[in-house]
């Protein structure tokens, strides 16, 4: 039996949608098997978290018993989006999930896109498929569990890794599609482990516990860590140097905003905070703030680079970006130190801002990133991943680049559309 040549595949799922920059990329699949499928719902792609969340409704009659009997259950979480406060509390299943496709070659092969993630499947009708790259258990990325068969054809595991376009999604990696890419190599670490599981149906772990090397080069089932992006703030009629801090980096196809978590004492290499004067109005029901009109921000990625490397980009808050630029199409805002908290109150300087506690791992933090200081506060409700200082750029830098995760040897980079 012939295989499909070794390419990335072509995900055919994608739902065409009027504004890439209000809704980012929408896919359909097929999740769960025989007469338990919930099937053609429109899931939007989210690399701001991870995990798919389903509608159980979705599933047409069948409730979380038929769903208990026959998938590996993980009890029960709620999930949270930022910055919206929305949340979504329902059960976790290892559930299979299957896309339709082409392989990469020329001309290409239609194949079935095969895979597994951890389904969070909640009440009513919901579709967010989160894929992050933030060091998460690659069990929750349904992109990274892939493989691909054809009619008469093997199945092919495909690398772990994904490349995203405004209006296409490429799973897998090889040497040619990752050519020209420019980013950040990443550190490798040992996955989060699993929620316990809740019921006896049988699961086998789809990846060790403590991956290792294995013939000098990394085992596919490895986590990373986040890597590392300088920002630079410019506030309203500054004239001195714009201080900039070293922060973590994430891409989040889930919304169209910019989201800066980082206390008001976090310095810059010249211990400048952040500026007062950059900051405006106050979202006293989010705890977030929106940063103030004229205030410039720079992102940098990798710390170093140059424009020329096309991953560095500016945009100044109240001048809508036009069209094939990378600057947020929604306001930029400051979520606060780096722990969520529904309890904040508005800051009269920088020393009134309420204490939080939080802090990623340390070998998670990505070089020249440092933990938030520590701070205790009875009211503050860590979310999972919301814990580190970092700049979630949105979703709006796809409309300048391509971008890529490659899991199987830690890397995430860019490359410039056209």
Same mark, same amino acid.
């Given at each position: ?12 799922n ?10 980012g ?6 999740i769960g098997?025989g007469?338990?499928i ?16 389903a509608g ?26 930022y ?6 509390t ?23 896109i ?30 990274? !569990? ?8 093997? /199945? *092919?595991?495909?690398? @772990? $890794?994904? &490349?995203?376009?405004r ?13 020209g ?21 049988t ?15 990394p ?9 590392p ?14 201080p ?13 905003q910019?989201?800066?978590a ?10 400048n ?7 405006g ?6 705890? !977030? ?8 921000? /720079? *992102?940098?990625f990798? @710390? $170093?680079? &140059?424009?020329?490397?096309?991953i ?11 069209a ?26 920088p020393?009134?801002l ?7 791992p340390?070998?998670?933090?990505p ?17 999972q991943?919301?814990?580190f ?25 860019f490359?410039?559309?056209?």
């Open positions: 039996m012939k295989s499909p040549l070794k390419t990335p595949a072509v995900i055919h994608i739902v065409k949608m009027e504004d890439f920059n209000k809704s990329i929408h896919v359909t699949p097929t098997d007469d338990t919930c099937n053609n719902t429109n899931f939007q792609v989210d690399t701001g978290s991870s995990g798919i969340v159980l409704e979705n599933f047409g009659l069948i409730g979380y018993e038929e769903l208990d009997k026959k998938y590996p259950c993980f009890g029960v979480y709620t999930m949270h989006y910055p919206s406060t929305i949340s979504h329902g059960k976790w299943y290892y559930m299979p999930v299957c896309f339709a496709g082409t392989d990469s070659s020329n001309p290409p092969i239609p194949v079935t095969q895979s597994h993630a951890m389904v969070l499947v909640c009440p009513g009708s919901v579709g967010m498929m989160g894929v992050s790259a933030k060091g998460e258990n690659p069990a929750f990325n349904v992109f990274l !569990q892939a493989s691909m068969s054809a009619p008469y054809c093997e /199945t *092919v595991p495909l690398d @772990p $890794g994904y &490349t995203l376009f209006e296409r999604v490429l799973l897998g990696t090889t040497t040619s599609n990752m050519k890419y420019v980013g950040s190599s990443l550190t490798m670490v040992s996955p989060p482990p699993l929620p316990t599981q809740t019921n006896d149906v699961f086998t772990p789809p990846f060790p516990s403590s991956p290792a090397s294995k013939d000098g080069q085992q596919d089932t490895a986590c990373w860590t986040v890597p992006v300088t920002l630079q703030i410019t506030a309203p009629g500054q004239d001195t140097p714009a900039s801090y070293p922060l973590c980096f994430e891409l989040d196809t889930g919304i169209n910019v989201l800066i980082m206390p008001y004492d976090f310095a810059d290499t010249s211990g905070p952040l500026p007062p004067t950059a900051l109005q106050y979202n006293a029901g989010a705890g !977030q703030w929106f940063f103030a009109p004229k205030t410039t921000l /720079t *992102v940098t990798p @710390p $170093g680079s &140059t424009s020329d490397d096309g560095s980009y500016s945009w100044t808050v109240g001048v809508a970006p036009t094939g630029e990378a600057g947020p199409t929604g306001p930029t805002l400051y979520m606060g130190p780096p722990t969520y908290t529904s309890t904040i109150q508005q800051p009269q300087g020393t009134k309420p204490p939080l506690s939080g802090n990623l340390p070998e998670l933090l070089p020249g990133v440092k933990p938030a200081p520590e701070h205790h506060a009875a009211a503050a409700q860590p979310q991943n919301n814990n200082p970092r700049v979630n750029v949105g979703r709006c830098p796809l409309n300048a680049w391509s971008y890529l995760f490659d899991a199987q040897n830690g890397f995430i980079g490359k410039a559309i056209g």
